[in-house]
């Protein structure tokens, strides 16, 4: 029987990729998810798992602070004494920045990738005409991953 987990937190740490003995990639961090309100308020950590290649490249946005919404089959795991929440991660959707305090550590690794997707579209899809030049803006798919 597995348990299906499905909730929104923040990056504790900066994520982490490592490779099997057969090469596979895993991709780990961990996730802050807060549960209750007012005094009752409390925060819940979980080690995450995400396992291949899809999450490979991935790593370098689940940076500390990141909210992330994650997906997949809630565990635990035992370690000198002390129980773990685990979760295999099945998907990881990213839903807000980072937080505040660390907007400045890596502002060069953040705009990066954003530019290089903006230069692979190019004017696809604008027939020529600029966004200005037009009530709306034409819908430019982009992805994630």
């Keep these: 029987m597995s348990i299906n987990f499905s909730d929104v937190g923040?990056?504790?740490?900066?994520?982490?990729?490592?490779?099997?003995?057969?090469?596979?990639?895993?991709?780990?961090?961990s996730l802050a998810?807060?549960?209750?309100y007012g005094d009752k308020k409390q925060t819940i950590w979980l080690?995450?798992?995400?396992?291949?290649?899809?999450?490979?490249?991935?790593s370098q946005y689940l940076i500390k602070g990141a909210q992330v919404l994650v997906q997949g089959e809630l565990g635990t795991r035992e370690h000198e004494g002390k129980t773990y929440l685990t979760v295999?991660?099945?998907?990881?959707?990213?839903?807000?920045?980072?937080?505040?305090?660390d907007s400045q550590e890596r502002p060069q690794q953040?705009?990066?990738?954003?530019?290089?997707?903006?230069?692979?579209?190019?004017?696809?899809?604008?027939?020529?005409l600029e966004d200005d030049s037009i009530p709306f803006a034409p819908f430019r798919p982009h992805s994630y991953y």
């Design 110 to 128: 953040r705009q990066a990738p954003r530019r290089q997707r903006e230069q692979s579209y190019g004017d696809a899809g604008t027939g020529g």
């Design 33 to 36: 998810v807060d549960s209750g």
């Design 88 to 101: 295999r991660v099945a998907d990881i959707k990213l839903v807000g920045g980072k937080q505040a305090s």
């Design 10 to 29: 923040r990056i504790g740490k900066d994520a982490v990729t490592r490779y099997t003995g057969n090469g596979e990639p895993v991709t780990g961090f």
């Design 47 to 58: 080690d995450c798992s995400a396992w291949g290649k899809r999450y490979e490249g991935v």
